[in-house]
């Protein structure tokens, strides 16, 4: 398990976010979990958030045994830092613990061979992808405009049409892995263990059965009822409490 990172948090929403985050950190330090826990949770009900914060929330609970929130807030952490190794490595400490282990089933489609792609780095890496290539058009089109030789206006050109169409791709794609990312309700499974029924009913046969800190995608609500699906295809329905949704 490798060590808590200390990140200050350089642009909190509010002033008041930081020393709370401090405090949890030294309690964290001196091994005091619990406490810990409530001065990041405090932040977190004053709608603060930062991919530091959920991530020494998620190594709190870790130390604390609780599987299912600290994979809840590892994966909280890295929506929001999509490519930091300490994310994923301590997010793989904290799976490893949970019973379930199921399997995913390879997607086919072109879809979803391209959101495989694309899908690696968030819209918003995309969005701002876009926004540098513009950038780099203007600069190829003022450099085409002013200059006076024949063959640097050619090679302002062909910059600039390269980078009009690396500019039309970045925004593609941010659209694609916006409305990609959307169909998914990914959530945790925050119960023990729980059973999934086959319908909508406490009366309805059990499907199978989960346990804490197992991962799936919700695709339907229905009163109380929330319908999911797991990595292998496999659906059925649990009730709403037993798990949370991460996109919430």
């Known amino acids: 398990m490798k060590n808590l990172v200390y990140?200050?948090?350089?642009?909190?929403?509010?002033?008041?976010?930081?020393?709370?985050?401090?405090?949890?950190?030294?309690?964290?330090?001196?091994?005091k979990y619990e406490e810990a826990i409530q001065q990041y949770e405090s932040i977190l009900k004053e709608k603060k958030q930062s991919a530091e914060l959920y991530f020494n929330l998620g190594n709190a609970y870790y130390k604390t045994g609780r599987i299912a929130p600290a994979i809840y807030n590892f994966e909280k952490a890295l929506q929001l830092n999509p490519h930091s190794k300490d994310i994923k490595t301590n997010l793989g400490f904290a799976q490893r613990m949970a019973i379930d282990d199921i399997k995913a089933v390879p997607k086919g489609g072109i879809s979803r061979l391209l959101y495989r792609f694309a899908g690696r780095y968030h819209y918003d890496s995309w969005a701002r992808a876009a926004v540098a290539f513009a950038s780099a058009a203007f600069l190829f089109f003022l450099g085409y405009y002013f200059s006076g030789i024949i063959s640097r206006k050619q090679i302002f050109f062909a910059g600039m049409g390269v980078a009009v169409a690396a500019m039309c791709i970045s925004i593609i794609f941010a659209f694609f892995?916006?409305?990609?990312?959307?169909?998914?309700?990914?959530?945790?499974?925050?119960?023990?263990?729980v059973s999934v029924k086959g319908e909508p009913n406490n009366s309805a046969p059990d499907a199978f059965i989960l346990h804490e800190g197992a991962k799936v995608n919700v695709t339907d609500t229905l009163d109380n009822w929330k319908k999911i699906q797991l990595p292998d295809d496999t659906e059925g329905w649990l009730h709403k409490d037993a798990v949370r949704e991460l996109n919430n």
């Open 177 to 193: 892995v916006r409305s990609e990312a959307g169909k998914d309700r990914p959530a945790i499974v925050f119960s023990e263990m």
């Open 7 to 31: 990140i200050a948090l350089f642009f909190t929403q509010a002033l008041w976010a930081q020393p709370a985050f401090d405090k949890g950190n030294a309690l964290y330090r001196k091994g």
